[in-house]
């Protein structure tokens, strides 16, 4: 999948955070796709479940890489 399947899937208003980078920014999915490069491969996006899967956050991560980006 590319990246920017992967952010068509998500709402816009929903706000992720790059584990990536220093700091650790959080944008919405919209700014997001207007920063960055949304033809690359190899992404897939992912459900995590927290509290005994009363809590699901999604995720978008660089598979065999290091990019991650959280929903917050």
Known sequence: MTLGECLNMLHKDMI?????????PAYTVQKWKK???LEEEGYELRTRSFNFGRTQKRSIAKM????LWNES
Do not use: A, E, N, V
């Open 16 to 24: 992720l955070i790059d584990m990536h980078r220093p700091g650790y």
């Open 35 to 37: 920063m960055l490069p």
């Open 64 to 67: 065999d890489g290091t990019q």
